[in-house]
């Protein structure tokens, strides 16, 4: 009877652990602030990013499909540098992801583990990141630092032929 109840506890357990394995997490998840929580380059040792590396990336996914994403560092005197990337959009449906009009990634590209969690491949770089909640202030003031990327068409085509002539 006792080794009854101990094979039906164990596949009991195993059964469970793989449906929470398989467990889908909701597209919907990845909307928020994303900051990086480690780097890894191909034959490279895994960086921390954060107070102990002076470096992170953030990541702003909006519910209407705003995308958002800045570099971050700490200069040597403390002062936080900002590094706008991009500004535009991203979809993220069943699972498959695609930011800036690209195309979509591979699934194995871009995973989003649990509520708080998503792994990503970059070219060479396999990246953490990890939900954050930040000031609304500090979101608003991030993204619209990546919007101003942006350089409206009529401003790039004076720099062009004042600049670049």
């Known amino acids: 009877m006792k080794r009854t109840a101990l094979i039906v ?3 009991l357990m195993s059964v469970l652990q793989v449906c929470a394995q ?3 997490v909701a597209d919907k998840e990845l909307i928020g602030v994303w900051m990086m929580e480690s780097l890894q380059y191909d034959g490279e040792k ?5 107070k102990a590396s002076g470096y992170t990336q953030f990541k702003y996914y909006g519910a209407d499909g705003e995308y958002a994403c800045a570099e971050i560092a700490l200069s040597k005197d403390g002062k936080v ?6 500004y535009g959009t991203y979809t993220f449906k069943n699972g498959v992801y695609s930011e800036m009009g690209r195309p ?6 871009m995973q989003l583990i649990d509520k708080t969690t998503f792994k990503g491949r970059w070219m060479t770089r396999n990246d953490v990141w990890k939900k954050v909640t930040l000031p609304q202030n500090v979101v608003r003031y ?7 990327k ?3 068409a009529d401003i ?5 032929q004042v600049m670049f002539k």
């Open 142 to 148: 991030m993204v619209d630092a990546c919007k101003s």
């Open 81 to 86: 540098v900002l590094m706008p990337h991009e």
């Open 150 to 152: 942006n350089t409206p």
């Open 9 to 11: 506890a164990v596949t």
């Open 104 to 109: 979509a990634v591979k699934p194995e590209e």
């Open 46 to 50: 895994k960086t921390m990013c954060g």
């Open 156 to 160: 790039q085509q004076q720099i062009k």
């Open 22 to 24: 398989n467990q889908k």
